[in-house]
T-cell receptor, first 109, second 112 residues
Framework: RKEVEQDPGPFNVPEGATVAFNCTYS??????FFWYRQDCRKEPKLLMS???SGNEDGRFTAQLNRASQYISLLIRDSKLSDSATYLC??????????FGAGTILRVKS | DAEITQSPRHKITETGRQVTLACHQT?????MFWYRQDLGHGLRLIHY???????NKGEVSDGYSVSRSNTEDLPLTLESAASSQTSVYFC???????????FGEGSRLTVL
């Protein structure tokens, strides 16, 4: 089993839709979590950090479920510009950051 | 503005050649990292450094080396390039260990 797993997608959604993707992790002791956004052929950039039960920033909400060991990212009112790959990153302890392979989101007009 | 730059952005080389990818950051971060990204895999850590003269192996370090002689630079060397090292390489830095990573634009390496 991979340490961090994501549904690769792609998730194809219309503009204005709400979309959510999950990321599961193997280490129950993990304390911090991140969502990065990566545009095609570009570098990853931090979207959101999660240190407790969740975080919200505008249209983006991240929720952590420690019991089931997953973190979700919810995007409301999707925009064309949200099309990207979303990378889940988990601090596995000892400051070991493990990246998921990413979930592709395509927002269509 | 502070930034992190990588060079070259694209390189094609032959099997067995030595290759060095440069990474330079002006954030004044102590922590620097090299990752490779391949289809179907997340970013995988090659080497990392927590300060000058400090280097550590990551999960996929075989065939790679780094050196840290100053705060700004962490060059990645492929001793003898292999086709399996064809990949996109990202350098990153962070202000504190386990914190936000700031990535360079990536270096696309093809080994023929």
């Amino acid at each position: 089993r991979k340490e961090v797993e994501q549904d690769p997608g792609p998730f194809n959604v219309p503009e204005g839709a709400t979309v959510a993707f999950n990321c599961t992790y193997s280490n129950s002791a993990s304390q911090s979590f991140f969502w990065y956004r990566q545009d095609c052929r570009k570098e990853p950039k931090l979207l959101m950090s999660v240190y407790s039960s969740g975080n919200e920033d505008g249209r983006f909400t991240a929720q952590l479920n420690r019991a089931s060991q997953y973190i979700s990212l919810l995007i409301r009112d999707s925009k064309l510009s949200d099309s990207a790959t979303y990378l889940c990153v988990v601090n596995m302890g000892g400051n070991k950051l493990v990246f998921g392979a990413g979930t592709i989101l395509r927002v269509k007009s | 503005d502070a930034e992190i730059t990588q060079s070259p952005r694209h390189k094609i080389t032959e099997t067995g050649r030595q290759v060095t990818l440069a990474c330079h950051q002006t954030w004044n971060h102590n922590n620097m990292f090299w990752y490779r990204q391949d289809l179907g895999h997340g970013l995988r850590l090659i080497h990392y450094s927590y300060g000058v003269q400090d280097t550590n192996k990551g999960e996929v370090s075989d065939g790679y080396s780094v050196s840290r002689s100053n705060t700004e630079d962490l060059p990645l060397t492929l001793e003898s390039a292999a086709s399996s090292q064809t990949s996109v390489y990202f350098c990153a830095s962070s202000d504190w260990v386990g914190g936000e990573l700031f990535f360079g634009e990536g270096s696309r390496l093809t080994v023929l």
